[in-house]
């Protein structure tokens, strides 16, 4: 880099956004774009709930930095994940704007994958998911993030779950659903088919989509009947028959790539369940999807389980009883094969681009200390390894992957 452009960063990062507002502390250019947010008083972001008032600058990875602030709100977001050291936050714009190359929306997230030591887990993840034939798949950049002044590292900025014409494409009458062990939407509900986790007895299930305020008694009752209706088929003695049984109400493409996102990247989230997303429109048939939370996947653990990972989750431990939909999975899986086996080219180059900026942030956060939300065990296994011996052993075991499910399914 030369003198010149030294300066030119140097002095980027000191120009105040506004009157009164803190300053920057400078460090490293990464080659990364940065993420700017000055709090209105500085305030701290100390809630999930309560949403701060503060102005939105972003400088590209050229240096580059976007005429006007933008207004926005920030708060916290996750629920294990806002409990580590390294926050989350969920970031609304006053207006749609496109951020970074992603299309225009008020509604983004920062994810701080803390607990991995690669970086790269939830970014690869969803270049996986996007090789599917999944309606849509969340959109991300890889950013340094600077709040009030100080540099809290790499960061994820993400496109939110959300509904719209540049996101999840819904009809005004469709749904997006979520099942999550956490049961803490407004609108939830149990059904006593299929595998869950320890703490239900049966699958939570809640609408995401409509919000609460608009969804009528009638959608209500109407989105309940069609899932109660279609974990009868699916558990039904006909439940293999095409007019009869589940492929009557489930999608059975989109159930077949979201298996094969999960169990690509050892992610075993379908057993809890966790951030497990569906959704149904007018008058569709259920789908599955989109992906999202993959902070926890490629680990170790997953070579052990012979590509056999998830097979009983859900409503999977079901569907894998038809030879139908087995054989519909391993040729999926086939299809998708060569453009799989080039992601290993993927993870050679985050590794080379985050370079700078894994040693920056791990200079700010250790993410072992996620033991203290997993019972004393390490999540991913590989948070005191070095950042380059975390991405060949997550590079090697996603290979492995690969492998064990071409022999296995």
């Not at 900025?157 to 999550?180: C, I, K």
């Not at 703490?199 to 009638?218: D, M, N, R, S, W």
């Amino acid at each position: 880099m030369s003198v010149f452009r030294k300066i030119f960063l140097f002095c980027v990062l000191m120009i105040p956004l506004a009157a009164g507002a803190v300053e920057r502390t400078p460090f490293t250019h990464t080659g990364l774009p940065v993420l700017y947010i000055d709090t209105e008083g500085g305030a701290a972001i100390e809630s999930k709930e309560v949403r701060i008032a503060a102005q939105l600058r972003i400088q590209d990875a050229d240096g580059r930095e976007v005429p006007e602030p933008l207004a926005c709100t920030v708060k916290g977001r996750g629920n294990t994940t806002w409990r580590w050291p390294k926050k989350p936050y969920r970031l609304r714009l006053a207006d749609d704007v496109p951020l970074l190359g992603m299309p225009a929306h008020r509604d983004w997230v920062l994810l701080a994958n803390f607990c991995d030591r690669t970086l790269m887990r939830n970014l690869l993840a969803m270049k996986v998911s996007s090789l599917t034939s999944l309606d849509w798949t969340p959109r991300c950049v890889p950013v340094e993030l600077v709040i009030n002044g100080k540099h809290l590292g790499q960061y994820l900025l993400s496109e939110s779950v959300a509904v719209g014409p540049d996101r999840l494409n819904l009809a005004p009458g469709g749904y997006l659903l979520e099942s999550d062990f956490h049961f803490d939407n407004e609108v939830q509900w149990e059904d006593y088919h299929g595998s869950s986790s320890y703490l239900f007895c049966g699958i939570p299930f809640a609408v995401k989509y409509p919000p609460a305020k608009e969804l009528t008694p009638e959608r209500e009752t109407f989105i309940k009947k069609y899932v109660k209706d279609a974990a009868a088929a699916l558990y039904g003695k006909d439940f293999a028959d095409p007019e009869k049984g589940y492929a009557a109400y489930l999608d059975i493409d989109s159930f077949v790539d979201y298996w094969l996102v999960f169990n690509i990247m050892g992610n075993s989230e379908l057993r809890h369940p966790g951030s497990v997303y569906m959704h149904l429109d007018e008058g569709g048939k259920l789908k599955a999807g989109p992906c999202w939370d993959f902070d926890w996947c490629l680990t170790k653990n997953a070579l052990r389980t012979a590509g056999t990972l998830n097979k009983r989750a859900f409503w999977y431990g079901r569907l894998f009883k038809d030879p139908a939909f087995c054989a519909k999975v391993r040729a999926r899986f086939m299809e998708l094969l060569p453009e799989l086996r080039r992601i290993p080219e993927e993870i050679d180059n985050y590794k080379a681009k985050f370079a700078a900026s894994a040693q920056l942030n791990f200079a700010l956060w250790n993410p072992a200390r996620d033991r203290w939300e997993n019972k004393g065990l390490l999540v991913n296994g590989d948070e005191n390894l070095s950042f380059e011996d975390a991405v060949t052993q997550l590079r090697a075991t996603y290979i492995s992957r690969l492998d064990l499910l071409e022999n296995n399914l």
